[in-house]
């Protein structure tokens, strides 16, 4: 990347100001200063402007603690996005989508085939929530959840719900359409009042985030998600 382009996406000033930092050799790249503004950085590259210390990473892994009141999109008109939650220069975007009141376990990349690997339902990779409802719950519902629950459009695929009270259960899903549990759970004639992410796939939601908080994944939660 473009050392220019790089300083600018990590918002040190517009590409105009950050071609002017360059030229007046306030810019070390590894220690040397560097005055070229088409300089070609790379993966682990340092960079130092004035004295704020920047590492060149391809790409980004964050695991966001979704609050409610939040769309899951990279920019929009009207509300507030979720990629505003994240101080970074790489221009990430969400993995798949929870609605705008609905909070947990979401996942942040500028990785495309990360995300595509995540989110495509042939890949069948579970997503757990728990979820408050209204209404009575019947044995019978397992069984319909498991078979796929018939909506409007589309009857989806298998799933599971486990009963943690008389208002209070986990729903697992391989898709993520949209208000899909809310959609499962009213066709099942109980409405959903509070509704929460809390894994997906093999990675569960880190209880130590407070709502709004993110955390960068380790190595090792992102090579779990990998495969």
Do not use: W
Not at 58 to 77: C, Q, R
Not at 94 to 106: E, K
Not at 155 to 177: A, D
Request: charged letters at 30%; one cysteine or more; proline letters at 2%.
């Amino acid at each position: 990347m473009r050392l220019d382009k790089f300083l600018a996406n990590a918002k040190c000033g517009s590409r105009k100001d950050v071609k002017k930092i360059i030229k007046a050799g306030n810019v070390l790249v590894n220690d040397n200063k560097v005055t070229d503004e088409a300089f070609n950085v790379v993966e682990n590259d340092r960079i130092t402007i004035n004295n704020k210390e920047l590492i060149v990473k391809e790409f980004v892994y964050y695991m966001l603690n979704k609050p409610s009141g939040y769309i899951s999109a990279t920019i929009d008109n009207y509300h507030k996005t979720v990629v505003q939650l994240i101080d970074d220069y790489h221009e990430i975007f969400p993995v798949g989508r929870l609605d705008i009141d609905t909070v947990g376990l979401l996942f942040l990349t500028n990785d495309g085939e990360f995300c595509h690997n995540l989110t495509s339902p042939k890949k069948h990779v579970n997503k757990k929530y728990y979820v408050e409802f209204i209404g009575k719950y019947y044995p019978e519902i397992e069984e319909e959840f498991n078979k796929g629950i018939t909506l409007k459009d589309f009857t989806t695929l298998p799933g599971s719900i486990e009963k943690i009270s008389e208002n209070s259960c986990y729903v697992t899903i391989q898709e993520g359409k949209f208000h899909q549990v809310k959609l499962m759970m009213k066709a099942c004639n109980l409405e959903v009042t509070y509704l929460k992410r809390v894994s997906f796939g093999n990675i569960v939601l880190d209880e130590s985030l407070k709502e709004g908080e993110y955390r960068e994944l380790t190595l090792e939660e992102i090579n779990i998600l990998n495969k």
